[in-house]
């Protein structure tokens, strides 16, 4: 599979009748890495955002370079970032691209253009300066002007903001080069017919490029550089994984099986724990922890082992031959473990790919068919279980669980995974009245 980023300098349309590949709006910070999940085996670059939204970052190229992937460039955005990545493998295409490269050009705006949004197809509303250098060069070429009136078509173009460069009103700021009113009407004529689109051109010089490299099944030649896993880097890493993962859709099954498995908090705890150590097998980053993650550390510490005061702290540290830099230590680490959790987000996506691992998975579907199933023969209303809430919670705790109530239910909430209290007295509802239907 190909990827290609594009819009406006060629409509995707157009991009399909050259090349088989997935069209993506112009690039912006992220777009890459969110694209290597689909393991591509090139991206090409055409257009991307320079204002409006973040552009694309040299590292996330690198980084597919690094991974493998071939990553062209042309036309535009893909030109500027070819000519500055080329050294470490990027593979640079078209006149543009060669005109950044030798230092006839250099400023981005050269590429930049007013356009509108996907929705209209990203229709153009002004010219690129490498489409007006390029289409005075041929008038020169073919008489139509002179080396004079290109040097000074060049200079107002290039002194107008590039939102507003228009063909119409360069022309009509440049009136008084022409010699007379016909001269100026013959230009305007001719640019009808011979205006050069050299992004264009570029661009499809990209896709055939593209095109033959897929034809030949090249070897995608070894880079020679180190990519350096940065901290900035790893934060960028991690938010794009977040996302990822928050795009994820459980599906039903899967949401009856997390509800099984919420019911016995030590086997969620378990396959959440190893949800995330799997994906703390990714983190690469440290884990700086503050002083208030630690005081709360602490707090939850206390609260679990009902250590109101200080006496009572010190009294079970030195039951449990611990000091207080011990202690310490050990908050560091929950810290640190809590700091991940954060990081990681939503582990539920995992618990599901842990559960199936272990075979886990279709004894808890079973199992919450067999429960519907259960009331539904029995026409019992899983909705009015017969207790008040605090009924329901001693029952669960003390007689299901064989334990004590927490001391926090909040917190035994969120660790395992509960939308909130009326979730949380739904399903154990529904399991008091299969308990009480089965004995």
């Known amino acids: 599979m190909n990827v290609v980023f594009a819009g406006p300098t060629i409509s995707h349309e157009e991009i399909r009748r050259h090349h088989d590949c997935v069209c993506l709006p112009p690039v912006s910070h992220g777009d890459i890495l969110r694209v290597l999940q689909d393991k591509p085996a090139a991206i090409g670059i055409i257009d991307g955002y320079f204002e409006g939204a973040p552009s694309v970052w040299h590292k996330e190229i690198l980084y597919a370079l690094d991974q493998g992937v071939r990553v062209y460039g042309s036309s535009s955005m893909g030109a500027l970032r070819a000519v500055e990545l080329y050294p470490f493998g990027m593979k640079g295409v078209g006149q543009v691209f060669q005109w950044y490269r030798d230092g006839v050009i250099t400023d981005d705006d050269e590429v930049a253009v007013l356009h509108g949004p996907e929705q209209v197809g990203f229709v153009m509303a002004s010219e690129p300066m490498v489409n007006i250098r390029a289409t005075l060069a041929l008038a020169c070429q073919q008489q139509v002007i002179?080396?004079?009136?290109?040097s000074?078509?060049?200079?107002i173009a290039k002194n107008t903001f590039y939102k507003k460069r228009r063909w119409s009103d360069l022309l009509e700021a440049a009136i008084g080069l022409f010699e007379n009113k016909a001269q100026a009407r013959l230009i305007a004529e001719w640019l009808q017919q011979n205006r050069v689109d050299l992004k264009k051109q570029d661009a499809r010089c990209l896709l055939a490029e593209m095109h033959q490299d897929a034809v030949e099944?090249?070897?995608v030649p070894p880079t020679d550089f180190h990519f350096e896993w940065t901290v900035v880097w790893d934060v960028?890493?991690?938010?794009?994984?977040?996302?990822?993962a928050s795009a994820i859709t459980l599906t039903n099954d899967d949401r009856?099986?997390?509800?099984?498995?919420r019911l016995y908090p030590e086997q969620y705890e378990r396959y959440q724990d190893k949800s995330l150590l799997n994906w703390m097998s990714f983190d690469h980053a440290e884990?700086?922890?503050?002083d208030s993650a630690l005081k709360t550390a602490l707090n939850q510490f206390r609260a679990h082992n009902r250590l109101a005061s200080r006496s009572m702290l010190m009294s079970y540290l030195e039951r449990a031959d611990l000091d207080e830099s011990k202690l310490t230590a050990l908050m560091h680490g929950v810290s640190r473990l809590e700091s991940h959790r954060r990081s990681a987000g939503d582990l539920q996506p995992g618990i599901i790919d842990q559960l199936k691992l272990d075979g886990q998975y279709f004894r808890f579907l079973d199992l919450a068919n067999l429960k519907i199933a259960t009331l539904a023969s029995a026409e019992i209303d899983s909705a009015q279980s017969g207790l008040l809430p605090p009924q329901l919670i001693a029952w669960y705790f003390e007689k299901k669980l064989g334990g004590a109530i927490p001391p926090r239910l909040d917190i035994h909430l969120a660790k395992n995974g509960f939308e909130g209290t009326d979730h949380f007295h739904q399903l154990i509802g529904k399991e008091y009245l299969y308990w009480k239907e089965c004995r």
């Open 146 to 150: 002179n080396d004079v009136q290109k």
């Open 152 to 155: 000074s078509l060049l200079d």
């Open 217 to 219: 099944d090249l070897d």
């Open 236 to 244: 960028a890493f991690k938010e794009n994984e977040r996302m990822l």
């Open 256 to 261: 009856k099986v997390l509800d099984q498995l």
């Open 287 to 290: 884990t700086i922890i503050s």
